[in-house]
């Protein structure tokens, strides 16, 4: 956040604003997801840019490794990363709608790790 009030590029943001459905993979009903931050910033040319953002750990944005036995840890980091892929696919459906930009932002990205 602190990010987008020093950026002079970002003309506004919001936090968790919108709510977009999605289907769940894991238990097949609609949910409501809610993405990070939305941003408005001015381009190189000046013109203005809509970007939803997502901030995740990098490890949920890649499917877990598959262990040699089914261990309660792998089935939740399975749902979790299934769960994740639906809602960024019906975020980037929405943001292509509305001619906006959709980015997952790990710790790599933030801090150069």
């Known amino acids: 956040m602190k990010i987008f009030d020093d950026n002079p590029n970002v003309t506004k943001w919001a936090s968790e604003e919108m709510a977009i459905p999605y289907l769940s ?9 809610y993405p990070d931050f939305i941003i408005e910033t001015k381009n190189k040319q000046g013109k203005l840019e809509t970007v939803m953002i997502e901030v995740k750990p990098a490890k949920q944005t890649q499917p877990p490794k598959k262990p040699q036995r089914r261990t309660k840890r792998f089935l939740n980091e399975a749902k979790t990363y299934l769960t994740n892929q639906a809602k960024w696919e019906a975020a980037s459906a929405f943001c292509e709608q509305k001619g906006w930009k959709f980015k997952i932002l790990t710790e790599k990205e933030i801090f150069g790790k």
């Open 25 to 33: 993979p894991v238990d097949r009903k609609r949910h409501k997801y």
